[in-house]
């Protein structure tokens, strides 16, 4: 088979990564893709949002299947691209249709299909600028700290908590009428705060059958002990230790067969990613919210852990043939650490020389933004490489990513050491 995968970070580049080891690839090609997807495939200079280039590429390689990485495309329709283009209809996309992807595109849109299907999650209202001051007489309903959302995609930054009431009105007015996050936060859910310890949970399905995937955690704040500004993540542990097998059947039960069957009863022919973010309060499960495609760098640490071919069960989810595929899990524990550009995520510089690959040993460099310059691989993002280790357990396992990380070389380098600490 020869396959396209689309995107550019280290998502991508575990996917290419795993990809690669099936005995039913032919060629594998990345758009855009990164320095290190380089090494398992063949990057291809085409953006993820530019359908008919990809149409131009699909045609021209003979690509028999198409893996989405990140959400924006899903959620600009390209599986919905392929299936009205007469040349284009009969080759499987992996990732859902747009109506399947409004469940990442609009958080409104995902509260009600909670609410409809029966899937725990915090109580919520939606509000616009048109009904500002109900806005304000919600959150006096509620106890701080204040959870607002922008409706759309906002990069990961349309989600605010707030301790302070006041300050929580003027950042809705922000949000709603003056557009601090665009056309994004022209309709902002306010939601009940959930306590508890948050992870994820990925589903792979066709839209009838569904693989329960490792789950994991990751550490999104910039700063050691989980302080400091949000960023994209900055690593991640799986399995999540807590999440034992009498908690993950409550989350199938509660969670993943009410999304499968209310997906299936809207009408809703879902094929894909299903990324359930969740929250752990004394054992009982809630959503935070749903993503539509695998989180990052939580697939640094759950695809190295499949031990079963990828492609194979790609071709199941695209021949709805899913349950009849194998599906095994390596036992050790993974870790994923992830170096970053000085500044990040605030304003940071590209283009950073960097060195020590060749001295790294026992762990798994996913390249997220990097890319090749001549002979050198340069830093090209915020985010730049995620070192991804097995252990016997999380000590083990991120000792060996962190003397990994003091091996790669580039100005301005940094990273966290406090990865799972609060769960060691």
């Known amino acids: 088979m020869n396959v396209l995968i689309l995107g550019s970070g280290g998502r991508e580049h575990a996917f290419a990564w795993k990809i690669a080891q099936s005995s039913k690839l032919d060629s594998l090609f990345i758009a855009p893709g990164n320095a290190g997807t380089a090494e398992v495939g063949t990057n291809v200079n085409i953006e993820v949002n530019d359908f008919e280039a990809i149409k131009t590429f699909v045609i021209e390689n003979k690509v028999n299947m198409v893996v989405v990485g990140p959400e924006d495309p899903l ?7 392929f299936l009205a283009d007469e040349k284009l209809k009969n080759i499987p996309v992996i990732g859902p249709k747009k109506d399947g992807a409004e469940l990442e595109g609009s958080k409104e849109f995902s509260k009600k299909f909670m609410q409809k299907h029966g899937v725990p999650t915090a109580r919520y209202q939606s509000f616009t600028k048109e009904n500002l001051e109900e806005g304000y007489a919600f959150l006096e309903t509620l106890k701080p700290p204040y959870v607002l959302k922008a409706d759309g995609l906002a990069a990961g930054k349309g989600v605010l908590i707030l301790e302070d009431l006041q300050e929580a009105k003027t950042e809705l007015k922000n949000m709603v009428a003056d557009a601090k996050f665009g056309a994004a936060s022209t309709t902002v859910v306010i939601e009940e705060f959930l306590h508890g310890i948050e992870l ?8 009838e059958n569904y693989k329960i995937l490792p789950s994991a955690k990751d550490y999104k704040r910039i700063s050691e002990g989980d302080t400091g500004l949000n960023t994209g993540g900055m690593g991640a542990i799986s399995p999540v230790p807590f999440a034992d097998e009498a908690f993950l059947n409550k989350v199938e039960e509660q969670i993943v067969k009410p999304t499968i069957n209310g997906l299936k009863a809207d009408g809703i022919d879902y094929k894909g990613f299903i990324f359930i973010g969740l929250m752990n309060d004394k054992g009982s499960p809630s959503v935070v919210e749903y993503n539509v495609r695998m989180g990052d760098p939580e697939t640094e640490v759950v695809i190295p852990r499949i031990k079963s071919d990828l492609l194979d069960l790609f071709e199941g989810v695209a021949n709805r043939t899913l349950g009849e595929k194998t599906f095994e899990v ?9 170096l970053v ?13 960097m060195t020590g690959f060749g001295a790294i040993e026992n762990s798994i460099a996913f390249h997220a ?16 490489l995620a070192l991804t280790s097995f252990g016997t357990d999380i000590k083990d396992a991120l000792s060996k990513s962190f003397a990994n990380a003091e091996k790669i070389n580039f100005d301005k380098k940094y990273y966290r050491t406090d990865i799972g600490f609060d769960l060691v």
């Open 341 to 353: 550009s000085g500044g990040y995520p605030e304003a940071y510089e590209k283009g950073k020389i």
């Open 330 to 338: 390596d036992d050790r524990t993974a870790t994923t650490v992830m």
């Open 369 to 384: 933004g990097t890319k090749q310059e001549g002979n050198n691989i340069v830093t090209s993002g915020g985010r730049v």
């Open 75 to 81: 959620v600009n329709g390209v599986h919905d691209f």
């Open 200 to 207: 994820s949970v990925f589903v792979l399905t066709d839209g």
